[in-house]
């Protein structure tokens, strides 16, 4: 018989393990719940919410094909021992997962307890899982982007009884509703493809020019990166409707901007694919003597949105409420954590990826690390929070209805943060930190060592697109 393991690809369609697992009929399906995975590396409770939805959709349909989710509590190593004892000489199915440590250690554990013959794992995404060429690395993408889609997977025969916890129990043991995440995005297939034809339809105008904007990315973007992250609809099919309306769609010039994002999706998971280590250190190894020492209470200020800052700490708030804000707006929070406050990423990190719905690994710690100067073969950006107040809520309204606290401050004492005993102070001086952060990243970047070590980082990681080193945007 075939078993299917669940782990962040919740959908019914385009699911290469439920599509191949279902084949011969006689199949079961596993939702693996791990208490422990869900406390790792920027894991969440409004992440699980998400998850949560899925699988409710993804019950629902499996119940139209005679399956059902069955719920294994505990981690992948322990599901391992327990298949060998309930299931023997089953052939298991699971999409490969670019995760964090605790993930790929217990992966590990867990097909080491199986011949290689006993389980199938396919891809997932457009990444080279065995014979990785950066070289290549495109063409094998548009490849694996073009392959015609997995249709619904077969009916099951399996009516074997398990001692595993059934859908609706767990989601009640769970008591997750209970928590407040209303404003979280919600998960599933039917929510995925409703946003991607709003998105395609009307939502993309303009799309390339608002996406800088809070405000107006939140409709203008395609907001379907957390069910990109668990795979409540496949990057495949996302590309595919893409180029079927990209010759007569009146928006073509905002339509590429968010294929080229599909692209960079996949660039950025491969790097922790391939370098799993940058979990935790820097992708140029140098960087790691930058950020020695962290301020606990400057962290905790900065991720409370405290700063002292208005428009910035209306981003972190608008993030903490709606698990979700625009690339520019994480870019400048994480920028004025690693250069204005100079805190190791490695300490920010997680605390940020906690409050996205959408926290995906490879991008996110390959984003983290571009934001903070530290992977050599980006030139360091440091975003002024006073610029990006300015030129992205000039009216001060958008900061104004998220801080109601300044509603009758004026817009310039908003936008230079010269609120006095209105609001917190300052944690810092923008100015003068971000001088001493843009000097000592230089020094370190003229060094030779540094370019030499730096040419190694890019000829692993570096796109091939731009040909110009030093000057590549991923
Ligand atoms: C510090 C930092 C952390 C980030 N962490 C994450 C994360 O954990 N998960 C995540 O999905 N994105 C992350 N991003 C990238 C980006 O901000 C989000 O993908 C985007 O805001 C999601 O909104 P959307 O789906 O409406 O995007 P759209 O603009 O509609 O883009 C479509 C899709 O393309 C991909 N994408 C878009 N921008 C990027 C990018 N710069 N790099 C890689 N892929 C991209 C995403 O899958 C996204 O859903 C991070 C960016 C920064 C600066």
Known sequence: MDVIVLQRDLRLLDNPAL??????????????????????????????????????????????????????????????????????????????????????????????????????????????????????????????????????????????????????????????????????????????????????????????????????????????????????????????????????????????????????????????????????????PFCDELRTEENSELIEKWIKGQTGFPFLDACISYLNSNGWINFRMRAMIMSFASYNLWQPWQKTSPLLAELFTDFEPGIHISQVQMQSGVTGINLPRIYSVFKQSLDQDPTAEWTKKIIPELKNVGTDLIHNAELKDLYFDQIIDPKLSAKKARDTIWAMRKNNDFKKVAREVYLKHGSRKKQQFNRTSS
């Open 19 to 284: 599509f191949y697992g279902s084949k011969k009929g006689n199949y079961c399906v596993i939702y693996v719940y791990d208490k422990n995975y869900w406390q790792s590396y920027g894991r969440s409770p409004r992440q699980l919410k998400f998850a949560v939805d899925c699988l409710k959709e993804l019950e629902q349909n499996l119940k139209k094909l005679n399956s059902k989710i069955l719920i294994f509590e505990g981690s992948f190593e322990e599901l391992s021992l327990f298949l060998n004892k309930e299931l023997p000489c089953s052939k298991i199915h699971l999409n490969h997962c670019t995760d964090n440590l605790y993930h790929r250690r217990d992966l590990k554990k867990f097909l080491s307890n199986f011949k290689g013959d006993e389980v199938d794992i396919y891809d997932n995404f457009g990444l080279q899982l065995h014979k990785f060429n950066r070289d290549n690395w495109s063409r094998d993408w548009n490849l694996i982007m073009s392959r015609p889609l997995l249709s619904s997977p077969c009916n099951s025969t399996f009516d074997k009884k398990l001692p595993l916890l059934n859908f609706e129990d767990f989601e009640q043991s769970l008591n997750i509703n209970a928590l407040n995440l209303s404003r979280i995005q919600k998960g599933g297939e039917k929510l995925a493809s409703e946003l991607l034809g709003s998105f395609f339809e009307y939502r993309v105008d303009g799309y390339s020019k608002k996406m800088s904007c809070p405000r107006e990315a939140e409709i203008a973007c395609s907001r379907l990166s957390p069910h990109i992250a668990f795979g409540s609809i496949s990057i495949r099919k996302i590309y595919q409707e893409l180029n079927n309306i990209l010759s007569f769609s009146p928006f073509k010039k905002d339509l590429y901007s968010f294929k080229k994002r599909l692209h960079w999706h996949c660039h950025f998971v491969q790097k922790l694919e391939t370098e799993p280590e940058l979990e935790f250190r820097s992708m140029h």
